[in-house]
Nanobody, 122 residues
Framework: QVQLVESGGGVAQAGGSLRLSCASSGRTFRSYAVGWFRQAPGKEREFVAAITGSGGSTGYADSVKGRFIISRDMAKYPVYLQMNSLKPEDTAIYYC???????????????WGQGTQVTVSS
């Protein structure tokens, strides 16, 4: 069982930055690919970014490419999402999730955190 806890959400102005963290106490966390997803009110959950267990490969949605950076601390386990040049349309609840495979589809992620709210004001 993998338990995930997100932190770092909050309110930022357009053009600002926030960093989200995804932590797990499980010692096997490093073996999972981790994805970040977001869900805005009235919209479906969408893929944001993902990173492999080794940290060697990453993937991004076109809407965040060049602005967001996903990384993981191989010594301390957390996965980070650095969000720069934030836009009001980035406002959503952000979730981290873990998968045994390399995928961008939310249905293929077995473990999910509770989510953290990100609000970007214009």
């Amino acid at each position: 069982q993998v338990q995930l806890v997100e932190s770092g959400g909050g309110v930022a102005q357009a053009g600002g930055s926030l960093r989200l963290s995804c932590a797990s106490s499980g010692r096997t966390f490093r073996s999972y690919a981790v994805g970040w997803f977001r869900q805005a009110p009235g919209k479906e959950r969408e893929f944001v970014a993902a990173i492999t267990g080794s940290g060697g490969s990453t993937g991004y949605a076109d809407s965040v490419k060049g602005r967001f950076i996903i990384s993981r601390d191989m010594a301390k386990y957390p996965v980070y999402l650095q969000m720069n040049s934030l836009k009001p349309e980035d406002t959503a609840i952000y979730y981290c999730a873990a998968s045994t495979g390399w995928t961008f589809m939310p249905t293929n992620y077995a473990y999910w955190g509770q989510g953290t709210q990100v609000t970007v004001s214009s």
